[in-house]
């Protein structure tokens, strides 16, 4: 018989991490209590010429030294305590034979795992991550550029990409941190004055511009200096702003109105386009407009140079249906479809001074001036006339630049007022030194001072202490503190109040580390890591991977796209807000939801556009994020849902018992839709299969409770199915206008390996809620290696497992975890 | 792994160098730091390489013949290449072997790492070099650029760490093919030197740094150390060409919408083209990235979708619609190779260009019997050669004799067990 793989040796399989060398552990003798048990239990299947699922035990030296040895013995650690092995029909141990053994095996393994962590800490060294590289140079500049197409994307462990083993450094990061540095230099240094925007139109100027003309009587009218719009309108002809004319902060206004919507505020996407002929953005917000009066919109925000402003009806009709309501007839004041009337777009920016901060920064207080009456004051000439409206083209050939009268001594000022800040400690003589000498030898070569001051803050920004985490073995001095906190919380470098309180050496104190992170959960800069985090121990990020089939789906629109991962992130936002239980990511008997939301889930009374806390009725199947709609289609592909990746996801993301990847050369399932066997009879198949069973008595009962959600989240009871069958056509019950061909019934329920049954999705929930310290104990784990930036090893087994239980008596609430996972000794040493 | 001589120039490269009688001081080229010297052997017969790996499979039956060799049936997608019959071979029956039924393979697929490493998982893959590459160390310094990946390439260096690749065309087409003003070159001298000057300080404080840290930290460090001479080795080359002036062609690339996926992958096969009929380099690794919804006739779902078909014959028939696109594609790329010549040479018989997938059924994400096709690059090509389909042949094998068809003295890569032998 053949074992292959079960979820909990899976999991500490994944525990461990398997990188670098464990060089200061000798090599250890395998406990005698052991190597007995080995002897006598397991070489049987697990040694020979075709040893069970390759592990040969009786070759495996004990060489903790070796990190894939030092797996092996975890891995022999863990079945042997979870009962997978020996398998049940073998012949067992005695219960103390196997209590000595897991005993000594535990002791020895802990104790090369901590002398591991003592030797060099348990996060190997570090570089920030493209997010965190492109934050960091913002803040601390004070520009917001992406820097996207620059930096190189990261890999991906433990499912995080912050992880030091997946951040390797290549010589192609070398050569692009080094463009980033220069594409960040460019936003920050003012090069000309400010370009700035003033875009004002009403609904009446907006109408009279190019083809939107066309819509008046079709689709749109006119009222006074308002423009009505009643349907969505196509990307070419649009209530867009002009296209802005440089980075920057800007501020807009909106006023508009709801018309012919009853009682219902009709919901307006705002969108931040690429630029006017690339209208593919991103949205930016959805505005409720109310139906009782204008509604006066005010928002601020970042926009790169050439982005402008669209809005547009959510859920407006296209064109068709309003001509077939038309019938012909002009629109005019007698129509009564929905739309919205539109007032005035405001565009202003950028915001704020000039020079811009970012400048100031840089280049301090010293005068600015062209380039070219630079030159004439040095030469004693008279400068050249600049003219008010000079040309981009005239600014490039001849940029403004900072004037100074003693390079050396402004130079030196400037630098040592920058190095700290930029490396997030303060710097030591030598480095100092350096960079000092880098910029008065670019001096002697004769660069201007701006160019080589220039010159010299990229190679600050560049450099290994600003690219790397500067931590070393043993308790984290405070700017190390400092630093993991803000990036956990932030993404980014520490702000002035952590630098300074770190200088004062106050962060090691429980209650001030304390203080600060309730600070930083309250900023505004902790929403990156509510979308940074939830998007990958969620998996929000992959929520645009796969396009459900239009075929079958024909109710899933752009409106439910946007408006699913603000569910699941608002809901985290408000579960570490008011610190809700753990178990509510699990069951809950509320949720976020939006018109567009409460109609896929069947919710009454839900109205506009903008997600808010909803109560959820009785029987709804929802509550917990596991029915998310936006969970149900990261799980899912565009056409099927597979109860191996969803159970797969629950055990990974819930449960904390993720299973091992396939064995090799066993043939997956390969999915049959054609109709003829559900998706449980194939499954069947593969678990009549002893080495795949191991395996998928685990994943396939999660995978089951949710079968009865389909690929976009929503609730069914049959199949659907591409032509026709007997089933007939049936209506979608919260789309009661469509019609889909019925396929074979769905099957749910099913039974835990523990032997307990259930019916459906809210009798699994039941279940999973029984042991809230494992759900919170895997909570524990992920923020951990998101936080730390490493995996969790043999040695923090003990430190997640009392991180968890130290928030019972807060009933396992969100933010007393993430509080007792910064005050762990994990987050404070390196 | 390869044995680190192969560094050196081997002596067979330049017998066959068309047997040109070479003067004593050539023999400095044998030294692996032998640059100029080795640089006018390899001139005498450019060998190029061309990696394209597609991330959802192929559609297999609808790709392998039932017979073998040169006279194989023409199956639905062979038949779009049916021009170049004789100058390309499909494989079947190649995979890396032991690998696991399971997403995160392709970073296998070029550097053939071990199973067991693959077994890891994602996680902790000690990925090896990978074929472009080491190619690229090799015939690498003759050209503007070493090697160039465009896309989500799949290259690893020697320390297993992901070189990534340029982003997107546009790039790749501005650093090949625009000049900047004078102004702008004199600026990227600068850029350079400085950069240079950058590179000390990293090293410098990448010793500073490793003086606090533990023998692990101390090994990625190390590897850091790698990086920063190669870094330096690049900044080097891009200052040696940057006063030469760039190669004209009359292209210009533009942006596609997500579901122009064919336009946007012919306009990728188009730069290649250009990229080596300018000799800009020697070795591209393209990756083909298509997951969304794909613009044809008759194809309304994604491609991703379509790729997990489940056996429907509606889905299968779109996806094959796909990737009939992406054949004809691949086909006009073989075309214009062809339609170049190079010496008495078309471009097509000095360049070998694969075309690969980590997956042999996308719908089953199955590992065994890769799709794999060879065209051109100067091998005897043998039509279809067909492998065990239970127990499949290393694709590294494949791999060793591609090396040694690129001048590269060869005896291992990856997991190899030995060399194929069917195409010469």
Redesign the interface.
Known sequence: MKHTCTPTLALL??LLS????F??IARAQVPSEIAALVKSHCVDCHGGKKPAAGLDLSQRQFDLSDP?AF?TWVRVHDQLAAGEMPPPDAEQPSPDARRAALGALHQTLRAASLAQQK???RV??RRINRTQHENTLNDLLGISVKLG?VL??D????GFDNVS??L?????????Y?EAA?LALDAAIATRPLKQLAYRRTGKETAQRGGLREFLGKFTRLDGDRLNVHIQLPNHLSIQSDEVPMTGRYRLKIVAQAINTGDRPLPLEVRITKTVH?P?GRTLATLDLPFDRPGLFELETVLDKQNGIRINGWQLPGENAVRERLKGKPLDETYTGPGFAFELLELEGPLGGFPPPSHQRLFGDLPLKPASVVKAERAGTPPPKIPENRSDDDWRRDPLIPVSTDPRVDGQRLLREFLPRALRRPVDD??LA?YLA?FQERLDKGYEFHTALR?TY??IL????FF?F?E??GSLDDQAIAARLSYFLWSTLPDDELTALAAKGELRKPAVLRTQAERMLGDPRSQRFVEDFTGQWLELRKI????P???LYGEFDVFLMWSMPQETQMYFREMLQHDRSVAEFVHSDWTMLNSRLAQHYGIDGVKGGELRRVTLPPASHRGGVLTHASILKVTA????TSPILRGKWVLEKIIGTPPA??????????????GATTIRQQLAKHQAIASCASCHKHIDPPGFALESFDVIGGWREFYRA??ATKGGLAPLSNYPERKVWRGLDVEVGGTTPQGREFKNIDDYKALLLEDQEQLTRNLARQLLVFATGA?VQFADREAVQSIAARTRERNYGLRSLVHEVIQSPAFLTK | MIPLNTRLLSRRTMLRAGGVAIALPLLDAMLPLGLGAEAKVAKLVPRRMVLISRTLGVHSPFLFPERVGLDYESTRYLKLLDDHRGRFTVFSGLSHLDYPNAHHTEEGLFTGVSGEAMHHGSTNIRNTISLDILAAEHVGRETRFPCIGLGEVLSYNRKGVRVPGLRNAGTMFRQLFVDGTPDEVAREVQRLRDGQSILDGVRQQARDLARNLGAGDRQRLDTLLTSIREAEARLAQDEAWVNKPKPKVPYQPREFREEEMIERSRQCHDLVHLALQTDSTRVVNLYVFSNGPVKLEGVNIGHHDASHHGQDAARIEQLAKIEEAEFRVFNEFLTKLRGTSEGNDSLLDRTMVLLASNLGNASAHSTQNLPIIVAGGGFKHAGHVMYDREKNRPLSNLYVRMLRQMGIEADKFGTSTGVISDIG
């Open positions: 399989t994944s398997l990188s670098g060398a060089p200061t894939r797996g030797a060099e800490g190997a060294l197409d190189p994307d890999g991906s462990v433990a083993e997946g390797d450094v290549s010589s192609a990061h070398l050569v692009r080094q220069d690339h593919e030598a480095t350096y880098f010159s990229k190679a560049s450099s290994p202490r790397y500067d070393r073995p645009n991977a796969t396009t089939d239009p075929n592909n565009g056409t099927t990847p396939p064995p090799p050369n066993v043939s997956a399932v390969e999915p049959d839709i054609r591409s032509n995996d």
